[in-house]
Structures are given as C-alpha cells and as structure tokens.
C-alpha cells in the first residue's frame, strides 16, 4: 500500500527571517550575540533555517536590521537608557518588519532584547492598519514590560515596550510609524508572568486587563493549556488575526539558564513547546518573535538550541 505524502504545515507559504541584534536595551550585554547564536545552532544536525525548510515553507532570510552604536555620554543622563538609540533603531526595525509582511512573508523575528518588540509590532499593526484591520498579540514573558520612564526601576527600555505599544511612555516611540496605540488592549493576552513592579501592576488596574493577563499562579491553578486556550481566544478576536513575542525567561531557569533577567519558578520545556504547538494548531498568527537569548550566560548552548526548537513548534512541527 503506498504511503500518504507526508503532511507539512508550510505547504505553500514563506517564511522571512529577521534579525534584530539591539542589546542595550537590557541591563546585562550579550543579548545582541543571541541572533547569531539561534541561527547557527544546530540540533538533529541542521541549522533553523533547514529545519524550517522540511516543514515545507519557502524561506528567505532578510539579514540583520542595521542597529545604532550605543553611544554612553557621562554629561547627558538619557531617561530612559539610551533613548536615542533605541528611538532611531526601532524606526528602521518597524520599517523593516512592514517591508516583510508586504512581500507576503511571515515573519519570524530573531533578538536581541525585547525593547525591540516596540518596533516589531509597531510594523506590523502598521501593515495591518494599511489594510484597515487591526492585529492581536499574545505576549510570552516573566515580566509584563510595562514600565514607563516615570515607573522603571532600572531606566532599561527592555521592561517598557508592551507599554509603548499601548499608547504609554515617551511620545516619539509611542508615535512610531505615525500612529498610537499600536495594540488595542482587548486583543493582548500575556502568558507567564511572575516578577511585576508596582507601576506595571497598576498600569494593568487602570486598563482592565487583569483577566488577560495568566501568571504564572494562574498557570499552576488552571493549567497550561487552559490558559493557551484562553489567549488564543483573545488575541483571535482582532480582525487580522495576532502576532507572538516569546521572551525565552518565562521558561524556568533550569531549562533555559542563557537570558539576563532569570526568575525561579518559570514554565517547564515542555510547557513552552505546548504553548507554541497549541498555537500552531489553531491558526491565525501572523508573526513570530523570539528574544532574550544570551550565549555569554549560556551553558552548552542549550538556549540558543532551545530557542530555534521553540521556532519550529510556533510553525507547525509535531511529535508524529
């Protein structure tokens, strides 16, 4: 009997592959060596992008986003850290984002920090709203990103850009591509937080959004797929379906020791493969973003292999 041709989740369409090397948004260097380190890992013997390819997508990689030099002045204090930098980079990385999605790609976004998902979705809603819809976004992380320059305790814009994008915090990165908020809040789901300040938790008060956002209590109470489950359900409400941004700490330290800002207590590896899977199987998501891996704080690469493992459960690869 002759076999049935093998089902591949990328049948017909394209990847494009992005790489944001921006690492001084966070309070540690070193993050900005994690898109190398992701892309030239390999596991089972192939890099990412091969891996990729045998789940049948198309891919073109479009390089690295050209990142500004942090330049440190000991005479101008900048609040938040590096703020011009930032500003500048995080212009052409949401140009280069609405470039991709132009070209019909899906985007899969390599960092770097995670102040870079203040330019990565801005290009993205930026593409959306070109097509008059509006795009959700489920937001996987230990902290809620949130803090604003009056609120941060460190002034590191990596703990400010889910805020950004909901119309808070300084106005020339709130404005980015000419329009805020970028995300209306009912479409944001946020999975895994267990290290918030007091200014994102009010921040979360004022919005209304506490039954949108699924701690890591929540996860231990109601489990890991409910809470997928309840994501996906938000984030699908936004017209054009969502985007997704993982920063690698919300996985307990002991399965991903290589990020800056490890909290005890995160989700288990397999707990993040489900998650990702689980998305996959749905549908509707309309970018992938993967951030905070530092290889100077790895041991054996196990995060940076993690990370590109992490990639192929978001794009459809099963078990069997």
Known sequence: MELDKMYLPG?????????????????????????????????????V????????????????????????DSEEVQRPKYFREILSSSRKISDKLKEVLDKGHLPVVIGGDHSIAAGTF??????FRDHDEEVG????????????????PSQNTHGMPLSTLLGQGMEEMVNLQGFSPKLNPKYLAHIGGRDLDDGERMM?????IRDQFFTMSDIDRRGMKECVRKAI???????????????????????APGSGTLVRGGITYREAHLALEMIAEH????????VEVNPTLDRSNITAKLAGELILSALGKLIL
Do not use: C
Request: net charge negative.
């Open 11 to 47: 049948e017909g369409r394209h990847v494009g592959i992005v790489g944001v090397p921006l690492g001084f948004g966070a309070g540690k260097p070193g993050s900005e060596l994690g898109v190398s380190a992701v892309r030239m890992a390999k596991f089972q013997g192939k890099h």
């Open 49 to 72: 992008s091969q891996h990729i390819r045998n789940l049948g997508y198309e891919v073109t990689d479009h390089g690295d986003v050209d990142i500004d030099d942090p330049v440190y």
């Open 122 to 127: 801005s290009g993205i809603a930026s593409h």
């Open 137 to 152: 976004l489920i937001w996987f992380d230990a902290h809620a990103d949130m803090n604003t320059p009056e609120t941060s």
């Open 204 to 208: 979360i008060r004022n919005l209304g």
């Open 233 to 255: 359900e938000i984030a699908s409400e936004a017209p054009a379906g969502y985007a997704v941004t993982f920063d690698v700490d919300i996985i307990d330290p002991r399965f």
């Open 283 to 290: 549908g509707g998501m309309r970018s992938f973003e993967i």
